[in-house]
């Protein structure tokens, strides 16, 4: 992870220390919260793993293969810095609690996010003994804040946890129930971001859509949308990980109306058999999704939907997986991330077992990706000619003769990039593009001099 001008580079006798960040957006804002409260705790940011006294990964646990992947960096960290004091932070400590200290004792340090900002005391403290730190140990804090790690958007993080009950999934064991931000600190931090160059807020959550219910606030995410278009700087809000049961109909009249809230919405549907959908413990009566979808369109002009879907779930027959296929064909889904189910222990589903073989899911989730790529080329042809807004966010790491960015309904990450191939301008700002060129996912074009 590579921070920007906040964290200090030059050499001092203060202890240094390096981040690996693993997982999603909501896990990189906890790691900016560790790299805020490390260094105004006395200790100094290196991105050279080499000769950093501490490494922390921050680590996901969502899904098997998150889980090994942490593993791994761990294990391939400790062999190659053997004197370092390595911290294992985020979900997997979270999840697996102390298993991980009889298991993995190549970590010196165990730390979940709650226990962040007193990070840098436990480290203080010299702690040598392996294992976990006290969760009922109070130190004294330095005050909130993050070092932003991105060029020129953010994530904010409006919740934490999840209240909903799908049979595969791991968060609420892992982070527990639904716990909302409140909206005015929310404003706060928002209007921290743009103090600092924020043009782009991401809106993340492990259920967006039940933003402030916790809270017993009515309308919530449409309370809080509303208050974050009144931040100067801030000139893209784009909405994230939207639970489809229950998105507030209010939602698409302010989109409508909004100056800032692009048309994109990431909706995991997850599957569209009503059969798969039931036994997954997710929306499935009266055809909820097709209805959605269709209401979502008509509702708002131009809309872009992101979701993710999920192939081998136990219940899934080949007549299944085809509806799910053709589902996405029929209505043009912009962008589709596939996961293949693995059984996670501890959810309810876990105990219907693997049956679907290997070799079937990895063909099923190619099928979505090559349907996926199919219809996001033909529409990005489409566009070629067009004057679209895009944001850039500094020199292509394929070369630096461009510049490289992402028009309006590109997340981060996820959905291709735009490359600039004429043209100069500051990173982290918003500008007409004109689109020369497309290929695959991502999108070639010349910036427009207004």
């Excluded at 100094?44 to 293969?65: K, M, Q």
């Excluded at 970590?107 to 040598?128: E, G, K, M, Y």
């Excluded at 409140?182 to 959550?205: C, P």
């Excluded at 501890?346 to 077992?353: D, E, R």
Aim: with cysteine; glycine share 6%; charged share 25%.
């Amino acid at each position: 992870m590579t921070a920007q001008t906040e964290i200090t580079h030059k050499k001092t006798t203060r202890r240094t220390f390096t981040l690996t960040s693993l997982g999603c957006p909501k896990n990189r804002v906890d790691s900016e919260n560790i790299l805020h409260h490390m260094t105004q705790g006395g200790f100094t940011f290196t991105d050279d793993t080499s000769v950093a006294e501490i490494i922390i990964v921050n680590t996901c646990a969502f899904i098997r293969p998150a889980v090994e992947e942490a593993i791994a960096v761990i294990l391939e960290l400790r062999q190659t810095s053997p004197s370092a004091l390595i911290v294992a932070a985020g979900c997997l400590p979270l999840r697996y609690k102390e298993e991980l200290a009889v298991s993995l004792t190549e970590v010196d340090l165990f730390v979940t996010p709650s226990q962040i900002q007193i990070l840098p005391a436990l480290l203080n403290q010299h702690l040598s003994k392996k294992g976990f730190a006290d969760d009922r140990m109070n130190f004294s804090t330095v005050k909130s804040g993050r070092v932003i790690t991105t060029p020129g958007y953010a994530y904010l993080k409006i919740a934490d946890g999840c209240a909903r009950s799908c049979r595969y999934c791991t968060i609420p064991q892992i982070r527990g129930p639904l716990r909302s931000t409140a909206i005015q600190d929310l404003v706060h931090e928002a209007s921290f971001l743009a103090d600092r160059g924020v043009k782009e807020l991401i809106l993340v959550a492990q259920d967006t859509t039940s933003y402030g219910r916790d809270l017993g606030t009515k309308n919530a995410l449409v309370k809080l949308l509303s208050a974050l278009e009144n931040i100067s700087g801030i000139e893209w809000i784009r909405l994230m990980y939207l639970h489809p049961a229950g998105i507030p109909k209010g939602l698409r009249k302010l989109i409508n109306e909004s100056r800032k809230i692009l048309p994109y919405l990431d909706i995991p549907f997850q599957h569209i058999s009503e059969k798969v959908l039931r036994a997954m413990g997710r929306p499935w009566k009266g055809d909820y999704i097709r209805k959605l979808v269709k209401s979502l369109r008509d509702e708002i002009p131009g809309l872009v939907l992101r979701t993710s879907v999920m192939v081998g779930f136990p219940q899934e027959t080949d007549q299944d997986f085809n509806e799910l296929l053709d589902f996405l064909r029929e209505y043009q889904i912009e962008r589709v991330g596939v996961f293949q189910y693995c059984p996670e222990d501890g959810t309810p589903a876990f105990v219907l077992g693997d049956p679907i073989p290997a070799r079937i899911k990895k063909q099923r989730a190619n099928e979505i990706k090559k349907l996926n790529t199919k219809l996001t080329a033909k529409r990005n042809r489409s566009r070629i000619g067009a004057i679209e807004k895009a944001f850039i966010e500094g020199i292509s790491e394929e070369s630096e003769l461009l510049l490289q960015g992402r028009t309006w309904d590109q997340a981060p990450e996820v959905d291709g990039v735009l490359y600039v191939t004429e043209g100069t301008l500051e990173t982290g700002r918003i500008q007409p593009v004109r689109i020369t060129y497309a290929h695959g996912q991502d999108l070639f074009g010349t910036l427009e001099i207004a």
